[in-house]
T-cell receptor, first 110, second 113 residues
């Protein structure tokens, strides 16, 4: 069964304290790994797509990486405005659908 | 840049009532999707439409129907609402390739009493 698991469920950091969010996946025939940001009361906002192991993408303080079993979202020197829930999703080639993880709720304290 | 627009934003229904959630996108995307998001469950696919004129069931289709009205619009209908359908509903759209990212609306918050 296709599955995506994110950890931790929640993470609280001080402003400037770097860390990483984890996304473990088991899907048949990965066609793409997606990261989204979701603010309270809003829909998910697309951040990155990764297609193959070893690939990296960066945007401001965020960097996403991909291995054959996991993806990491590294956040460097975060600011309070980076507080949000971060979702990862794997596109299963076998099932032709997007499988979402449950998200990591990130809080950055000033 | 409107992107994906969903209406209404909030709705309260009584058990057994029916309603239709509306979704429209202005990005000329072929594919459209309906998800529900529940605490601790993540986003689950209800129905999707790969192109105008086609619809397919997702992971949790029971109790729902959809209509792809045209390329822009994709509606979700609850024929007889049940408390278990209390959720936040998101519509999304994506381009031709199935591995293109999906772009989401801001959701409809639905409560069934």
């Amino acid at each position: 069964e296709d599955q995506v698991t994110q950890s931790p469920e929640a993470l609280r950091l001080q402003e400037g304290e770097s860390s990483s969010l984890n996304c473990s996946y088991t899907v048949s025939g990965l066609r793409g790994l997606f990261w989204y940001r979701q603010d309270p009361g809003k829909g998910p906002e697309f951040l990155f797509t990764l297609y193959s192991a070893g690939e990296e993408k960066e945007k401001e303080r965020l960097k996403a990486t991909l291995t054959k079993k996991e993806s990491f979202l590294h956040i460097t020197a975060p600011k309070p405005e980076d507080s949000a829930t971060y979702l990862c999703a794997a596109h299963s080639g076998g099932a032709q659908k997007l499988v979402f993880g449950q998200g990591t709720r990130l809080t950055i304290n000033p | 840049n409107a992107g994906v627009t969903q209406t209404p934003k909030f709705q309260v229904l009584k058990t057994g009532q029916s309603m239709t959630l509306q979704c429209a996108q202005d990005m000329n995307h072929n594919s459209m999707y309906w998800y529900r998001q529940d605490p601790g469950m993540g986003l689950r696919l209800i129905y999707y439409s790969a192109s105008e004129g086609t619809t397919d069931k997702g992971e949790v289709p029971n109790g729902y129907n959809v209509s792809r009205l045209n390329k822009r619009e994709f509606s979700l209908r609850l024929e007889s609402a049940a408390p278990s359908q209390t959720s936040v509903y998101f519509c999304a759209s994506s381009g031709q390739a199935r591995t293109e990212p999906q772009h989401f609306g801001d959701g409809t918050r639905l409560s069934i009493l």
